[in-house]
């Protein structure tokens, strides 16, 4: 159906004149009842009486009349609608964020950032991190914080999202005194935090006999069975620091099993709009942007 049916249908109505209406939208008398007649056979019924003179409206057409209007004043207010919701959205900030990092880093580094970046609206999204790409991928957010291996960078980093170092912490080997020596809390395949200690140790741990007992996508699901002593858990240096002062939890295996991790701030390769811009300077400002 095409809306300007709509428009033909109600200038006729209006005068009953079918060479009158094809005048007044600018088109001849066959062409404008052939368009008259192509909505009524998409309604599946006749509008008009045309054995009267002037034509006058059938009992559906006076139903389909106030339709008509309707419908045209509704697709009237569609653009203005669209623009003010571009507008509302390219007023707010649109962040994806892991979950880890929502809790423990987000908070913080905004209220740093904020005396450098305009104040706005935020909208977040805390996902893990496959899903967050996603995200990225199908411009649904402006930007994803995530973890991502010290110097090396991560999937984002590969497939060409722009990135900025906005933090560092340590996946640190922790668990509970008396916890099973070879119990393993891992990571599911969407976690970020997994595929940096697969990557990192995966091999090496899969033939020092460490056996898999639990696994979640989860860093403070993995850390409440840490500290519960159902097995050894990576976990971030930054949201364990409370219980190792506290002695709830140690630091197990040799050194290098301690791994150096960066928190990057990835951004849409696309041009984003001026608050999002603002933002994305403000905070390579307060970083040191990737190569």
Not at 209 to 233: D, I, N, W
């Amino acid at each position: 159906m095409n809306f300007s049916w709509l428009e033909d249908f109600l200038a006729l109505a209006a005068s009953g004149n079918f060479s009158r209406a094809a005048e007044e939208r600018h088109m001849t008398q066959p062409a404008f009842s052939r368009r008259v007649r192509a909505l009524e056979e998409w309604l599946g019924t006749e509008l008009f009486d045309r054995s009267a003179q002037p034509a006058v409206l059938t009992p559906a057409g006076e139903w389909f009349r106030p339709q008509a209007e309707e419908l045209l004043a509704r697709v009237a207010l569609l653009p203005p609608q669209a623009r003010a919701t571009a507008q509302a959205s390219a007023a707010t900030l649109r962040l994806a964020a892991t979950h880890a990092l929502s809790f423990t880093f987000l908070p913080s580094w905004l209220q740093r950032l904020e005396p450098h970046a305009s104040g706005g609206p935020i909208r977040l999204v805390s996902d893990v991190l496959q899903r967050c790409e996603v995200l990225l991928a199908q411009h649904q957010v402006q930007f994803v914080i995530a973890h991502a291996p010290a110097g090396a960078g991560g999937e984002l980093d590969a497939a060409g999202a722009p990135s900025v170092v906005i933090g560092a912490d340590v996946l640190l080997p922790v668990h509970a005194h008396g916890a099973p020596e070879r119990a393993l809390l891992g990571f599911s395949d969407e976690s970020g935090l997994g595929r940096i200690v697969r990557q990192a140790l995966g091999a090496e741990l899969a033939g020092a006999g460490l056996r898999p007992v639990f696994t979640a996508h989860l860093a403070s699901v993995l850390k409440s069975m840490a500290l519960e002593g159902r097995g050894l858990a990576w976990l971030p240096e930054s949201m364990v620091r409370d219980e190792l002062a506290a002695a709830r939890l140690q630091v197990a295996g040799p050194r290098h099993w301690r791994i150096p991790v960066e928190i990057r701030l990835y951004r849409d390769p696309a041009p984003l709009g001026a608050y999002a811009e603002a933002f994305w300077q403000a905070a390579s400002l307060q970083g040191t942007a990737a190569p």
